[in-house]
C-alpha cells in the first residue's frame, strides 16, 4: 500500500497510461543489476522484455520460433502449461527422461538429430518434479548445446526458493549466445500481477519476440510494473524470500516425514532443496489419475502425472505442492492419502 | 487511491495471488449489469471473459478460430493491430470497403462466397476512419449474415464515447448467436491496466477461448481487476464519460475548424460523432508516408495510412488523433501540417 500510494504520487498519470512494449525500463534495470550481480552476468535492459507471466514469454517463444512440425526438446515430464502453449504451433515433441542428476545426456544427444528449434528446461527444483540439475550435468548439457544452432531455454521461476545446499550456475545464460532466460517476480512478490520476464543477449530474437508481444497485449500492465518495481526499490527482497524459504523448507521436510509415517514403501518421491514441489512414483501399473476423485472425496488434491507427459495416460506419478498449507494440514492430507495408497 | 486502499484492506492476498482464468465474477457481472441496462442484452457473467486489454482478445480469436490459410473479412481500412494480431495465424484477409454509411453491402456478399470464418468490424468511430456504420447499413448487414455459419466479431472500444447523435444498436450482440462483442476499459478508465472484455452467447466458443487464454497468461492481473470494479462500482463512470466526451468534441471541432482554415481544399476529411479519430484523404498519389518524416521535423505526428490497409503502400491517407491535446496544440500542429501539403 505505500508504494501504491507513493507510486501515483510520484508519477501520476503515467502509472495508468498506455506504455511501452518491453516493459519500464526501471524494472528491466533493477532485474539486470541484480542478475549481473547475483550470477556475474553483463546484462542491461535491452535484453530483457517484460512480460505478462512467465507464461506469456512461452507463448511468444512458441509464435516466433515455431512453425507447424518444428521439433522441441522438453524434459519428460515436464511443466503442462510449457506443453499447452507450445502446442498452439503443432510442434513435435522429442522428450528427453529427466533424473536425479538432470537431463540424461545420451538421449538429449539422440533428440538433437531432429530438426528441433528450442530446448525447453527447468534446471532448478522443476515443475513438475522439483529435481535440480547437477553441476556435472549442466556441464555436460552445455558441452553438447555449444556451437549447435540450437536455442536453449532455461525457464527458471523457483531458482531463488534454495532453502538447501548451494546456488548452480545457469547451463546457457552469458555463456550460449541464443540462450533465453525466464523470470517472473510470481513465486517471491505476487504472481496476481502476471509479471514476468525474457532475458537474453539475441537482441534480434528479442526484437521479433517484442513484436510479437505487441500483437498479444501491447504491454504488460504498467500500474504493476510501477508498483514492483517501487516494492522492490524500497524493500529488502532478499530478506523477503529468506522468510520463504525458512517455510517452505519446514513444509517440505513435514510433508517426508509424513510419507515416511504414513505412505506403503512402494510408494518413491523426490527430495527437493528448494522449489514448490515432489513428486511420487507409484507402483507400477497404479494410477495417480484414477486416485484422485477418491482422493478429492476426502479432501485432499494433487495433480496427477498425465498432463506433465506428451500422450501418456494413467501415469503412476503425481505431484505435490508443499508451500500452500501449514505442517499439520500437511500432514493430515499425507495421512488420508496415505490411507487410500494402503487400500490400493 | 480510494479503491486501491479499499480493495486491500478488504480482500487482503486475494488481490494479490492467482486467480481464475475467466476473470473476476464481480467485474463479469457488472459487465453483464451494464450492457443489459444500456443495450437490453440478457448477459450473465458466464457470458464474459476478462482479457488482458481488448488487444489479447483479437489474439485469442486468431488462435481459436483460424487455420494457415482460412478466411477473414476485415473493413478497408481497420485497425492496424487486429491484422497484426491475425497475421499470426497466416490467414487470407478479404478486405471491404468502408464507406461513410458503413461495410459495403454487395463486397460483403461477395467476400462471403470465399471460406470466411469470421468478419471483423468496428461499426462504431472505427479506428482509423472515425466512421460508424449507419441504423441502414446494420439492417443490410445483419440481413446477409443470419443464418450464416460465420462469426461477426463486433470490436467496440469507443462506442461509449459519442459526442453527437444517437445510440445505435449492435448488428450482432443479443441477435445473431455465434457473434462476439470486445469491449475494454482503455479508453473510459484506465488504458495501462491492460483490461477489456470478450462477450458471446455461444458458450462453446467461449471454452475454447478460455483455454486458449490459460496458455497465454493464465488470467488478466487480478489486483487491476479488483481495483477496477471498486473504481467503477463506487464513482459514477457516467458522469466520468460525460467529461470526456465534451472535450474530445470540442478537440474534434478544434481540429475541423483548423483544417477548414489551413489545409489546402483537394484534402478531404471524415466527420466523427465520437470517437478519437479522424481520417484524412490527400490528392491522389501524395504519399502520406513519405509526408511523414517531414512533418516530424515540424514535431507533428500523424498515423500513415499504409499499415490499416492489405498490401497498399504509400496511401494518400492518415489517421488523426484529437483526444491526446489541447486545442491550441491542435491548431498549431494543423497549421503546420497545412504547410507542408501546400508545399506539395
Known amino acids: 500500500m505505500e508504494s501504491m500510494n507513493r507510486i501515483v504520487k510520484t508519477y501520476g498519470s503515467s502509472v495508468f497510461q498506455y506504455s511501452i512494449t518491453a516493459g519500464l525500463p526501471e524494472l528491466r534495470q533493477y532485474i539486470a543489476d541484480r542478475y549481473n550481480r547475483i550470477f556475474g552476468l553483463t546484462l542491461t535492459p535491452d535484453n530483457i522484455i517484460i512480460t505478462t507471466g512467465s507464461q506469456q514469454a512461452l507463448d511468444l517463444i512458441g509464435k516466433v520460433m515455431l512453425d507447424k512440425g518444428d521439433g522441441v526438446i522438453i524434459e519428460k515430464p515436464t511443466y503442462l502449461a510449457a506443453i499447452q502453449a507450445f502446442s498452439m504451433q503443432q510442434p513435435v515433441f522429442y522428450p528427453v527422461e529427466l533424473t536425479e542428476e538432470g537431463m540424461e545426456p545420451e538421449q538429449l544427444e539422440k533428440a538433437l ?4 528449434k528450442f530446448i525447453y528446461a527447468i534446471p532448478d527444483f522443476q515443475n513438475p518434479t522439483g529435481l535440480t540439475y547437477s553441476a556435472e550435468n549442466r556441464k555436460q548439457v552445455y558441452e553438447i548445446l555449444k556451437g549447435k544452432d540450437v536455442v536453449l531455454i532455461e525457464d527458471d521461476p523457483y531458482g531463488e526458493l534454495r532453502f ?8 546457457g545464460a552469458g555463456k550460449l549466445p541464443n540462450s533465453i532466460l525466464l523470470g517472473t517476480f510470481s513465486k517471491t512478490v505476487t504472481p496476481g500481477m502476471r509479471t514476468g520476464f525474457i532475458i537474453s543477449e539475441n537482441k534480434e530474437l528479442l526484437k521479433c519476440i517484442s513484436v510479437a508481444k505487441e500483437a498479444c497485449d501491447l504491454h504488460t500492465n504498467i500500474f504493476s510494473q510501477y508498483l514492483i518495481w517501487d516494492y522492490l526499490t524500497n524493500n529488502d527482497l532478499d530478506m523477503h524470500i529468506a522468510k520463504i524459504k525458512v517455510l517452505y523448507q519446514k513444509q517440505a521436510q513435514a510433508m517426508m516425514d509424513a510419507m515416511d509415517r504414513y505412505f506403503p514403501s512402494t ?15 507409484l507402483p507400477k501399473g497404479v494410477s495417480a489419475m484414477s486416485l484422485f476423485p477418491r482422493a478429492l472425496e476426502k479432501k485432499v ?3 496427477p502425472g498425465d498432463p506433465f507427459y506428451i500422450g501418456i495416460e494413467n501415469a503412476n506419478t503425481m505431484r505435490l505442492n508443499y508451500t500452500n498449507a501449514d505442517c499439520e494440514t500437511i500432514e493430515e492430507g499425507i495421512r488420508r492419502l496415505g490411507e487410500l495408497l494402503k487400500e490400493l
Open 301 to 303: 488434491a494433487f495433480v
Open 113 to 116: 538429430q531432429n530438426p528441433v
Open 164 to 171: 538447501d545446499g548451494e546456488r548452480l550456475p545457469y547451463i
Open 267 to 281: 510408494v518413491k518421491y523426490t527430495k527437493p532443496h528448494g522449489g514448490m514441489f515432489l513428486w511420487i512414483t
